[in-house]
C-alpha cells in the first residue's frame, strides 16, 4: 500500500507509533486463522441439535443479535470436522449489508457452535492484538468501504476470504489498542442495556395491551363494535403539490416505523415525490396500507399547518365517538395487526385498501375507560421512545468515538484504566 491510498483510506495524520497491516498479517498471526464457516444444507439442521448454527442474521455490528433457530448434532460436527467456536473467537459476516461487520461469539456458545459459510471466523493473537479493538476496528468505516470495494457479484454481493485478507487496518500498539477497546466497550455496555430496557418495556406494553383488551381488566362485553367509517372521516382532504407556496414537511410510508416517526423529509414543489398529498392536520391518524405488519401506523402530535403525508396512507380524522390516542393503540396491538394483515391483497407488497379498512370493527369502550386505556399505554410509549432517543445519542456518540480513536486523531490517556473484560 502507498503513501497515497493509506491518506485516501485513513487520512494524513496516523501517529508515528501505529502500523497499518494487512487482515493476512493479522491472520498469520492469529491464535485462529481467518477461515471461512462450514457448508450446512438444510437436511442436516435441527432446531435443537448440540450445536448453535450462526448464521448471517446473527452477526451485527459489534453486536451479536438474537437466538439461533438452527443446530446441528454433534455427530454432524465429527462427521464433517466442523470449526467449533469459541467465545474469544470473532465473527465476520462475508455478505449482506454492511458486509464485513464483525461481532464475538457470545459466552453461551463457547464450544457449542459453529457457524455458515458465508461468515468468516478469527481469533487474533491477544499479545498483539487486543480482541475488542479488532472487532471495532473491523466495523469502522473506512474498513467496510474496503470491504465493500473488494466484493463482487450480481445478485449477492460477498466478499472473498482471499480478497478479505487486501484489506488494510491501523494497529496501535497493544496498550492504547485496549485503552481505546476500553473506551468503547463501555459505551457498547451503555447501549446493550438501553437495549435490553427498551425489549423490557416493549413486552411489558404487549402484555398489558393484551389484559386490557381481552376482559382480564374490563368487561369488554359492554363495549360496542363500531366500523372504522363510523369514527371519523377518511381521507378528508388532499392538495396537489403546485397549490404549495413553500417548502413543505412530507411523511412516507418509510418515515414511519412501529406507531413511531422516524423522521420526515423536506420537499418543494418541484421535488417533491408526488403530485397530491394528504393534509395533516393535528391528532390524524395516518395508517400504512402496505405491508400491515410493519405497522407504519401513527398519530399526528404537531400543530404544524404545513405537514403533508403521502396517499400510501389512509387517514382518519376522528369524530366524537372515539379518542385518537386509544384508537392509534388499537391499530398498532397485535391483535389488530394480524387482522389487518389477514384482509391484505397481493403477494409481494400486501396491502389494505380503503373499502376493506373502512369496514373493519374497533372495540370501543366509553370514552372514561378510552382515556384511561390511552394514558396506561402512553406511559408505557414514553418510556420506549425516551429509551429509543438514549440509544440514538449513544450510538452517536459511539460513531464520534471510533471516528476520533480509531484514526488516531485523538489520543487516550496513559492513565486511563483498562477494563478487565477487554484486556482478558
Given at each position: 500500500?502507498?503513501?497515497?491510498?493509506?491518506?485516501?483510506?485513513?487520512?494524513?495524520?496516523?501517529p508515528?507509533?501505529?502500523?497499518?497491516?494487512?487482515?493476512?498479517?493479522?491472520?498469520?498471526n492469529?491464535e485462529?486463522?481467518?477461515?471461512?464457516?462450514?457448508?450446512?444444507?438444510?437436511?442436516?439442521?435441527?432446531?435443537?441439535?448440540?450445536?448453535?448454527?450462526?448464521?448471517?442474521?446473527?452477526?451485527?455490528?459489534?453486536?451479536?443479535?438474537?437466538?439461533?433457530?438452527?443446530?446441528?448434532n454433534?455427530?454432524f460436527?465429527?462427521?464433517?470436522?466442523?470449526?467449533?467456536?469459541?467465545?474469544?473467537?470473532?465473527?465476520i459476516?462475508?455478505?449482506?449489508?454492511?458486509?464485513?461487520?464483525?461481532?464475538?461469539v457470545?459466552?453461551?456458545?463457547?464450544?457449542?457452535?459453529?457457524?455458515?459459510?458465508d461468515?468468516?471466523?478469527?481469533?487474533?493473537?491477544?499479545?498483539?492484538?487486543?480482541?475488542?479493538?479488532?472487532?471495532?476496528?473491523?466495523?469502522?468505516?473506512p474498513?467496510?468501504?474496503?470491504?465493500?470495494?473488494?466484493?463482487?457479484?450480481?445478485?449477492?454481493?460477498?466478499?472473498?476470504?482471499?480478497?478479505?485478507?487486501?484489506?488494510?487496518?491501523?494497529?496501535?500498539?497493544?496498550?492504547?489498542?485496549?485503552?481505546?477497546?476500553?473506551?468503547?466497550?463501555?459505551?457498547?455496555?451503555?447501549?446493550?442495556?438501553?437495549?435490553?430496557?427498551?425489549?423490557?418495556?416493549?413486552?411489558?406494553?404487549q402484555?398489558?395491551?393484551q389484559?386490557?383488551?381481552?376482559?382480564?381488566?374490563?368487561?369488554?362485553?359492554?363495549?360496542?363494535?363500531?366500523?372504522?367509517?363510523?369514527?371519523?372521516?377518511?381521507?378528508?382532504?388532499?392538495?396537489?403539490?403546485?397549490?404549495?407556496?413553500?417548502?413543505?414537511?412530507?411523511?412516507?410510508?418509510?418515515?414511519?416505523?412501529?406507531?413511531?416517526?422516524?423522521?420526515?423529509?423536506?420537499?418543494?414543489?418541484?421535488?417533491?415525490?408526488?403530485?397530491?398529498?394528504?393534509?395533516?392536520?393535528?391528532?390524524?391518524?395516518?395508517?400504512?396500507?402496505?405491508?400491515?405488519?410493519?405497522?407504519?401506523?401513527?398519530?399526528v402530535?404537531?400543530?404544524?399547518?404545513?405537514?403533508?403525508?403521502?396517499?400510501?396512507?389512509?387517514?382518519?380524522?376522528?369524530n366524537?365517538?372515539?379518542?385518537?390516542?386509544?384508537?392509534?393503540?388499537?391499530?398498532?396491538?397485535?391483535?389488530?395487526?394480524?387482522?389487518?394483515?389477514?384482509?391484505?391483497t397481493?403477494?409481494?407488497?400486501?396491502?389494505?385498501?380503503?373499502?376493506?379498512?373502512?369496514?373493519?370493527?374497533?372495540?370501543?369502550?366509553?370514552?372514561?375507560?378510552?382515556?384511561?386505556?390511552?394514558?396506561?399505554?402512553?406511559?408505557s410509549?414514553?418510556?420506549?421512545r425516551?429509551?429509543?432517543?438514549?440509544?440514538?445519542?449513544?450510538?452517536?456518540?459511539?460513531?464520534?468515538?471510533?471516528?476520533?480513536?480509531?484514526?488516531?486523531?485523538?489520543?487516550?490517556?496513559?492513565?486511563?484504566?483498562?477494563?478487565?473484560?477487554?484486556?482478558?
Amino acid at each position: 500500500m502507498n503513501d497515497k491510498d493509506i491518506e485516501r483510506i485513513f487520512g494524513d495524520n496516523i501517529p508515528n507509533n501505529w502500523e497499518i497491516s494487512s487482515i493476512k498479517d493479522i491472520s498469520e498471526n492469529a491464535e485462529r486463522k481467518l477461515d471461512d464457516g462450514d457448508w450446512v444444507e438444510s437436511s442436516d439442521m435441527t432446531e435443537n441439535g448440540n450445536y448453535a448454527l450462526i448464521q448471517l442474521g446473527n452477526i451485527g455490528v459489534n453486536e451479536f443479535k438474537d437466538k439461533p433457530k438452527r443446530h446441528v448434532n454433534k455427530e454432524f460436527i465429527n462427521g464433517e470436522k466442523c470449526m467449533v467456536l469459541y467465545s474469544d473467537d470473532l465473527l465476520i459476516s462475508r455478505m449482506a449489508e454492511p458486509i464485513f461487520r464483525t461481532c464475538k461469539v457470545p459466552k453461551i456458545y463457547d464450544n457449542k457452535s459453529i457457524t455458515a459459510v458465508d461468515i468468516m471466523r478469527l481469533c487474533p493473537n491477544k499479545k498483539i492484538h487486543n480482541t475488542e479493538y479488532i472487532k471495532n476496528i473491523f466495523n469502522w468505516n473506512p474498513i467496510t468501504k474496503q470491504a465493500k470495494a473488494w466484493s463482487s457479484g450480481t445478485t449477492r454481493t460477498r466478499i472473498s476470504k482471499t480478497n478479505a485478507m487486501k484489506i488494510y487496518v491501523l494497529i496501535p500498539p497493544i496498550k492504547e489498542q485496549e485503552r481505546i477497546a476500553s473506551v468503547l466497550y463501555s459505551v457498547d455496555k451503555k447501549l446493550e442495556q438501553l437495549h435490553a430496557r427498551k425489549e423490557k418495556h416493549e413486552q411489558l406494553k404487549q402484555g398489558l395491551m393484551q389484559d386490557l383488551l381481552t376482559g382480564e381488566i374490563y368487561n369488554i362485553e359492554e363495549w360496542d363494535e363500531i366500523k372504522i367509517d363510523k369514527l371519523g372521516d377518511i381521507n378528508p382532504e388532499t392538495k396537489n403539490v403546485k397549490d404549495i407556496d413553500n417548502t413543505f414537511e412530507y411523511i412516507s410510508l418509510s418515515n414511519v416505523s412501529d406507531g413511531t416517526l422516524v423522521n420526515k423529509e423536506k420537499y418543494t414543489t418541484d421535488s417533491s415525490p408526488s403530485d397530491r398529498v394528504r393534509i395533516l392536520n393535528n391528532k390524524d391518524i395516518i395508517f400504512g396500507k402496505v405491508r400491515p405488519l410493519q405497522k407504519n401506523h401513527f398519530l399526528v402530535n404537531d400543530n404544524n399547518k404545513n405537514n403533508f403525508a403521502s396517499l400510501g396512507f389512509t387517514q382518519l380524522r376522528t369524530n366524537e365517538n372515539v379518542l385518537p390516542n386509544y384508537l392509534i393503540q388499537i391499530l398498532l396491538s397485535d391483535t389488530y395487526t394480524k387482522k389487518f394483515n389477514t384482509l391484505a391483497t397481493g403477494s409481494t407488497y400486501p396491502s389494505i385498501n380503503v373499502g376493506t379498512f373502512k369496514k373493519v370493527d374497533i372495540l370501543i369502550p366509553s370514552i372514561k375507560i378510552q382515556k384511561e386505556i390511552a394514558d396506561i399505554l402512553g406511559t408505557s410509549d414514553n418510556i420506549i421512545r425516551n429509551t429509543s432517543n438514549l440509544i440514538n445519542k449513544y450510538e452517536e456518540l459511539k460513531r464520534g468515538l471510533m471516528q476520533d480513536l480509531l484514526s488516531g486523531d485523538v489520543r487516550t490517556s496513559e492513565d486511563l484504566e483498562v477494563l478487565e473484560s477487554v484486556s482478558e
